[in-house]
T-cell receptor, first 113, second 113 residues
Framework: DAGITQSPRHKVTETGTPVTLRCHQTENHRYMYWYRQDPGHGLRLIHYSYGVKDTDKGEVSDGYSVSRSKTEDFLLTLESATSSQTSVYFC????????????FGPGTRLTVL | SQQGEEDPQALSIQEGENATMNCSYKTSINNLQWYRQNSGRGLVHLILIRSNEREKHSGRLRVTLDTSKKSSSLLITASRAADTASYFCATDAGNTGFQKLVFGTGTRLLVSP
């Protein structure tokens, strides 16, 4: 998985609790992305980063925040988890904004009860 | 909003047969990419075709792009059981500035021995 790890790989939590997912890369790529994958929706972009401390919203950012204090780490936080945030979350990295080929992590399966 | 839609949603073939998947999109693009996802894994980049290209090959993969019809097709020749996976197209929209990929909903391919 191209030097990308995600932690945890599985998590079950309760509605209303905060959750933080971590993406770690060893490729020194500038661009990092968080997606969620749900049946019938494909992958949808939550947030992305184009450098340390530089982040922006994607298509489905409500209820999520991100932080990137180091090149290698991109954190996704659900401030107060809801059942609608039950999903599989993928982190991706990219080195080029021109061709934007992305490399994906193994995913985190999150269940919010 | 979904940019790309794959067709068919599911495809079942025998080993040795060819598999063709189609992708339609809505807006102008810089490039179109195809990704594969094995069950329970992250996406893997297969091939990228630029908006000024009409056809591209990579091993057993052949991708075509018709910008006038806003469509692309992925052909896998001589399919193998190991090709069983979901396949996604992703478009890189033709706006200036940071390019984000928008993924389709995918085609599930089953290749039987």
């Amino acid at each position: 998985d191209a030097g990308i790890t995600q932690s945890p790989r599985h998590k079950v939590t309760e509605t209303g609790t905060p959750v933080t997912l971590r993406c770690h890369q060893t490729e020194n790529h500038r661009y990092m992305y968080w997606y969620r994958q749900d049946p019938g929706h494909g992958l949808r972009l939550i947030h992305y980063s184009y450098g340390v401390k530089d982040t922006d919203k994607g298509e489905v950012s409500d209820g999520y925040s991100v932080s990137r204090s180091k090149t290698e780490d991109f954190l996704l936080t659900l401030e107060s988890a809801t059942s609608s945030q039950t999903s599989v979350y993928f982190c991706a990295i990219g080195h080029s904004v021109i061709y934007n080929e992305q490399f994906f992590g193994p995913g985190t399966r999150l269940t919010v009860l | 909003s979904q940019q790309g839609e794959e067709d068919p949603q599911a495809l079942s073939i025998q080993e040795g047969e060819n598999a063709t998947m189609n992708c339609s999109y809505k807006t102008s693009i810089n490039n179109l990419q195809w990704y594969r996802q094995n069950s329970g894994r992250g996406l893997v980049h297969l091939i990228l075709i630029r908006s000024n290209e009409r056809e591209k090959h990579s091993g057993r993969l052949r991708v075509t792009l018709d910008t006038s019809k806003k469509s692309s097709s992925l052909l896998i020749t001589a399919s193998r059981a190991a090709d069983t996976a979901s396949y996604f197209c992703a478009t890189d929209a033709g706006n200036t500035g940071f390019q984000k990929l928008v993924f389709g909903t995918g085609t599930r391919l089953l290749v039987s021995p």
